[in-house]
């Protein structure tokens, strides 16, 4: 769900009151923190321990730079974390549409780990959401390597622009020092696993989507500098085996197409289905190599 | 003793006791109302001299009922009626082990060959007043033996069983008396020849040399290894090992010079015989001559025997395995990534991912496999293993079950099930072929799900290379594993069945089997009713090998257990080869033998025919080759369809004899009652020239021997009587 102009002008309107109400010693800094304003409200993990004989999809909790508007964004009537965004409403239709339209025994609920949690490897993939001012430290970065060199899969999306691919990637450099990453063409496998995809499906935050026209988000709603947001593509971390690692969704907001599928007949059948067709081919993908 | 027999103790063995007397019933008659009237004045005469007790009148009584029974036998003539060999009519066969286990000390001062030497050289000049003599030598075979002198204690084998036939089928038109073979027993043939010897009728008296316990002894016995491996695998040896007494030993594995593998072992005293387990990689393509060694740290009279060769063919023979998976989940893409560029597996598979749509990997080409399992013989049977994974039993027709239950059944190959929500009962498998194939009696209810528990090996898996894992700093490698998550019941264990893992829950701590396996057919059917064994990648530590060498290591031996078309087996004996073939079409249906050809490359390099003839079943070829060079020999076989298949043998070796110091007591206790003869030692070996005296064999002469004036019964009545005497003095009642 990245609103992005909506979410940034109700970041501004936050940052503002914020720093109304905040004393002169308040520290700029306390708001880097995503422990600040304390756990998501809306966040709802299973009380039960996961069936791991079925899929589980798995969040990944990240902290974020920046204060408001950054670290933090204001959305429907509450302050989100970065790492939260569109959580748990996609991966809930998500679980329910894999169920239809695949073979997958997928669990309704979804799980949230950090990348040091010990029981990572239990959720061969992982998903991250918005990932534009992610902040790492050392044994985070060690433990994502670890995962990733021992089977796991990372699926990253959301993230628009030169500047919110580059916090991403220097992550990954850090977890698999040397590792590259390179576009995946149509002619790859992973678009012809179960559906053929002839082209990488864009799909704007609720906001910027249209019956018709453009599927871009605005510039202004990123992080500087943007570069060029036209292009959607499927990037990948691949191994010296061929195998893919990780891969990036970027330019585009597939989960957001999951989240929103009930928003209306148009966004469905314009966004929401594409957005199906790539997860179902880069689930059986994952699920198969 | 024969002074008072007056004849020798084996004479009374062979013959029958008769009473000639013609009076003989009439004395009997006598003799018994005799005792009568004794015991009735015995009795009367107690009731007037009551100063004697009853137990002293009873036994004085009795001493003059003896002696009267000795004086009545004495007076009915008795004789012996018994046979004898008739002098100078008959031969006896002496064989003398002449192999090199008779270098062996016999006692402190000399060898088991002096002490033959010696014993033959007796029996023989005591025999020759009987029978004529004649001396023979075995080792690998038998040969006359002119002089004792001539024994050399070095032959490379003992043929006993052939040897004995040998010589007794020379010597079936002469008179044969009894066969004396004086040998250790140590006897280094398959005993095949044993059965022709019993046949011949002929005693056999065997006169055993050697200790019969090991004493300050460490040998490996034997060495039990598969012929043929992939490559790059893990290969188990089983070792057994013999010793006198309790050490430290090392047990080690080298290929030339190059140690494989080695394992410390403690030799307790208790234990003589000890198996032990060597792991090691199979390596690259090719022949690997193995030589397995221990070295023990105590006392060790024979060193020969520490060391035993075998020869491993390691081939990169290429297997090919299908996997049908009827869910996408992490099972199908961990087992798939364990297998990925296995260089002897060639791994296919069918990923269903929705109802109507197949998801192929593996496949070459754009229509492979493109209708699911194949549904003819052709080409099903092409693999050599199946894996079922969480796939429907409705998902196959009718004719696919069928070919499936034919693929293991008539073609003998493998087929894994793993479990799954549509596994087994819960994918209705229950009432289709699967369930008459499984190990297990399928329960009805679907039963996969969550549940907690670790793997384990069984005993039964202990002894299975399929379960062997790389110790884990010394300590169980599966104890060890991350635990399994979910867990398909399976049912009630069919006989047939082996469990090799077992699933023990984390809760119950129930012990519930997890990998089962049974023959079926030609082939084997395995079951592994859990589909979690993917955390044993994801929750153990980067870079374990766990997970990826129990999965290798089950599909490639699973795969290795089908049988190819062509079948052949190579035996290797002291001095020959056979070869047993069975051809067999795509179909698995006996195939022509024209076209078919076999060349032996000895060790010195020249090379022939092995000539091939047809067996006695549709697509069955035999062959024969004799080889008396001893050394490793190279068969190529070269099948009608162009291909051909290339197996090596050791013929010979020349190391057996020291397998066995101690002497086959059982051996040749076995071989001496079976034929009618007896089991000598050195200390009784004089009573031999008697036994055949009087043998049953050979020509014989009728003999009456007078027993009437034994010494033996002057002796008896005397002690009677004068016992009785001894007793009446002492109780005053002379």
């Known amino acids: ?289 | 003793m024969e002074f008072f027999t007056k004849y020798p103790i084996e004479t009374y063995r062979s013959g029958e006791l008769l009473l000639t007397s013609p009076l003989a019933v009439q004395w009997w008659w006598l003799i018994g109302a005799a005792i009568v009237v004794m015991i009735i004045a015995s009795v009367g005469y107690g009731y007037r001299t009551e100063a004697l007790g009853l137990g002293k009148k009873t036994t004085l009584g009795t001493l003059q009922i003896l002696a009267f029974a000795v004086l009545g036998l004495v007076l009915a003539q008795p004789v012996l009626q018994t046979q004898s060999l008739k002098a100078g009519a008959n031969s006896v066969l002496v064989l003398i082990d002449d192999s090199a286990s008779m270098s062996f000390p016999e006692s402190a001062d000399r060898t088991r060959l002096a002490a033959a030497t010696t014993l033959a050289g007796d029996l023989t000049e005591r025999l020759a007043a009987t029978a004529e003599v004649q001396t023979f030598s075995f080792a690998g075979s038998a040969s006359r033996l002119p002089a004792l002198s001539e024994l050399t204690g070095a032959g490379a084998s003992s043929r006993l069983g052939q040897s004995l036939a040998d010589v007794l089928a020379a010597g079936q038109n002469s008179a044969l008396a009894a066969v004396i073979v004086i040998s250790d027993g140590a006897d280094t043939s398959t005993g095949e020849s044993l059965a022709s010897v019993v046949g011949a009728g002929v005693p056999v008296h065997t006169l055993g040399l050697g200790s019969t316990q090991l004493e300050s002894e460490t040998l490996i016995e034997d060495v039990r290894l598969q012929s043929e491996a992939p490559i790059n695998s893990r290969v188990r040896a089983d070792v057994t090992l013999r010793h006198s007494g309790g050490d430290e030993a090392l047990v080690r594995v080298l290929d030339g010079g190059r140690l494989l593998a080695a394992k410390q072992i403690t030799l307790a005293d208790e234990q003589e015989l000890v198996r032990t387990e060597l792991v090691f990689d199979s390596g690259r393509q090719g022949i690997r001559d193995l030589t397995f060694e221990i070295v023990a740290q105590g006392a060790d009279t024979l060193v020969e025997n520490n060391q035993l060769r075998r020869l491993l063919s390691v081939r990169q023979r290429q297997r090919n395995v299908m996997y049908l998976e009827g869910e996408p989940r992490w099972e199908y893409k961990f087992l798939r990534r364990a297998m990925a560029g296995d260089d002897v597996v060639s791994f296919k598979s069918l990923l269903k991912t929705s109802d109507r749509k197949t998801y192929r990997q593996g496949v070459t080409e754009a229509d492979e496999l493109a209708n699911g399992l194949p549904a003819v013989p052709e080409e099903l049977f092409a693999f050599d293993l199946v894996i079922l994974g969480s796939m429907g039993a409705a998902e196959l027709s009718d004719q696919q079950h069928q070919l499936l239950q034919r693929f293991v059944a008539q073609r003998g190959g493998s087929l894994l099930v793993l479990a799954g929500r549509r596994a087994l009962a819960d994918g209705g498998w229950d009432s289709r072929p699967l369930a008459d194939m499984l190990p297990v009696q399928m329960a009805a209810t679907p039963s996969f799900g969550p549940l907690q528990g670790r793997a384990q090996v069984s005993r039964q898996g202990a002894l299975n290379s399929w379960t062997v894992l790389p110790e884990a700093e010394g300590s169980d490698p599966w104890a060890s594993l991350p635990a399994l998550v979910d867990y398909q019941s399976l049912g009630a264990l069919k006989p047939a069945a082996s469990v090799l893992l077992e699933f023990v829950d984390e809760a119950s701590s129930a012990t519930l089997p997890l990998l089962v396996t049974q023959p079926y057919g030609l082939g084997t059917v395995a079951l592994l009713a859990t589909s979690s064994t993917w955390r044993w990648q994801m929750r153990t530590p980067e870079g374990d090998p766990r997970h990826g060498l129990f999965w290798r290591q089950l599909l490639r031996q699973l795969a290795e257990l089908s049988p190819q078309p062509e079948q052949i087996s190579i035996r290797a004996g002291e001095d020959s080869i056979d070869l047993h073939m069975t051809l067999r079409d795509r179909a698995f249906e006996p195939a022509a033998s024209a076209g078919v050809s076999a060349e032996v490359t000895r060790p010195d390099g020249s090379s022939s025919d092995l000539p091939l003839q047809a067996g006695g079943f549709p697509g069955e070829v035999n062959g024969f080759l004799s080889t008396p060079d001893a050394g490793v020999y190279r068969v190529d076989v070269s099948l009608a369809d162009g291909n051909s298949v290339t197996q090596f043998v050791s013929v010979g070796g020349g190391d057996l004899e020291y397998r066995s110091p101690v002497q086959n007591v059982a051996l040749l206790q076995r071989l001496a009652e079976a034929t009618g003869g007896q089991y000598w030692t050195p200390a009784n070996a004089s009573g031999i020239v008697d036994a055949i005296r009087y043998s049953s064999s050979g020509i014989q002469e009728r003999l009456v021997l007078p027993l009437w004036d034994l010494p033996l019964w002057l002796l008896l009545i005397i002690g009677i009587k004068v016992l009785e005497w001894l007793l009446r003095r002492r109780w005053g009642r002379i």
């Open chain 1, 1 to 289: 769900m990245s609103l992005r102009s909506q979410k940034r002008l109700w970041s501004l309107i936050a940052a503002g009151t914020a720093l109304l109400a905040a004393s002169g010693s308040l520290a700029q800094n306390a708001f880097d923190s995503a422990d600040f304003l304390g756990p998501p409200l809306t966040v709802k993990e299973s009380a039960l321990p996961p069936d791991l004989s079925a899929y589980n999809m798995a969040r990944i909790r990240y902290d974020s730079v920046g204060g408001m508007g950054e670290a933090f964004y204001y959305f429907e009537g509450r302050v989100w974390a970065r790492w939260e965004t569109d959580f748990p409403q996609a991966e809930q239709n998500f679980a329910q549409r894999i169920g239809e339209l695949t073979r997958i025994h997928a669990a309704p609920t979804p799980v949230v780990r950090r990348l040091t949690d010990p029981d990572l490897g239990d959720y061969p993939m992982l998903f991250m959401s918005d990932p534009g001012y992610l902040r790492f430290n050392e044994s985070e970065a060690e433990a994502l390597g670890s995962y990733l060199r021992n089977g796991g899969f990372l699926w990253v999306d959301d993230f628009w622009g030169d500047a919110e691919w580059l916090s991403f990637e220097r992550l990954m450099n850090a977890a698999l020092p040397g590792v590259r990453w390179q576009v995946l063409g149509v002619d790859h496998p992973i678009f012809h696993t179960v559906f053929d995809i002839d082209e990488m499906p864009q799909i704007p935050a609720r906001s910027f989507a249209e019956p018709w026209g453009r599927t871009d988000e605005p510039p202004f709603a990123h992080r500087y500098p943007q570069g060029s947001l036209k292009q959607a593509s499927l990037r990948a971390f691949i191994d010296d085996e061929g195998r893919l690692l990780a891969i990036g969704t970027h330019n585009t907001d597939i989960a957001d197409g999951w989240e929103r599928e009930a928003y209306g007949q148009w966004y469905f059948e314009r966004f929401s289905t594409l957005s199906y067709r790539l997860a179902v081919n880069v689930m059986i993908y994952v699920m198969s190599h």
